[in-house]
């Protein structure tokens, strides 16, 4: 069993930066490839980001490339998301995921969930 707390979301302008950290309870958590995904008002849960267990390989939707950093610390069970160069249209709410990693990037398939953070960007 895992439980995931997202921290980090705010309001902030285009342009502007924000770190999303999800700390994992339970004595799994290295077990799991982690993921954020994020669902903006009256659209689906999509998949952001995700990192492997161990050994730091990553995947990014096509739409955050070289803005979003994922990472991870697996001593401090915890899941970053570097979130650079901010944009309206990346405003939603951030949910940390885990699951294996063949899985993770769909949204049927996610063993946890984390309750979710809300990121605004105005513009």
């Known amino acids: 069993q895992v439980q995931l707390v997202e921290s980090g979301g705010g309001l902030v302008q285009t342009g502007g930066s924000l770190r999303l950290t999800c700390v994992a309870s339970?004595?799994?958590?290295?077990?799991?490839?982690m993921g954020w995904f994020r669902q903006a008002p009256g659209k689906e849960r999509e998949f952001v980001a995700a990192?492997?267990?161990?050994?730091?390989?990553?995947d990014y939707n096509d739409s955050v490339k070289g803005r979003f950093t994922i990472s991870r610390d697996n001593a401090k069970k915890t899941v970053y998301l570097q979130m650079n160069s901010l944009r309206p249209e990346d405003t939603a709410v951030y949910y940390c995921?885990?699951?294996?990693?063949?899985?993770?990037?769909?949204?049927?398939?996610?063993?946890?969930w984390g309750q979710g953070t809300q990121v605004t960007v105005s513009s």
């Open positions: 995921a885990a699951a294996g990693w063949a899985a993770i990037r769909r949204t049927g398939d996610v063993n946890y």
């Open positions: 339970g004595r799994t958590f290295s077990n799991y490839a």
């Open positions: 990192i492997m267990r161990i050994g730091g390989g990553t």
